[in-house]
């Protein structure tokens, strides 16, 4: 049974590494913002701008917007203005269909 168990938590561990890794986001390159689904449609914009950041592209619901910024923090910015996850940017058009917006067409949206 020890040994089943162990060979089971190896095999987890090896299995998610590579997910993880990929996943994970790197300072200095463009980053998925993940906000609550329940949280007011600018809620990730707002989030991205409080670190710093400029919006590259964002869904159609608002829930995941993709971002970059100068210099280094931007990750840990992020999550102190209340993102709830911060990923590597490049799996966002591998998982969902997304909207491009330029920040002017953004302002004119809202209004």
Known sequence: MR?????????????????????APAEGKPVAVIVAPW?????????????????????????VTTADADGNGFVGRLYAAGAILVLNAAVVPACLRASSFEADQWAKHDQ
């Open 39 to 63: 949280q007011p449609r600018e809620a990730a914009l707002r989030i991205t701008a409080a670190a710093g950041g400029r919006l590259l592209m964002m869904t159609s619901t608002g829930v």
């Open 3 to 23: 040994t089943e168990v162990i060979a089971c938590a190896i095999a987890a561990a090896t299995g998610l590494a590579p997910t993880v890794i990929a996943l």
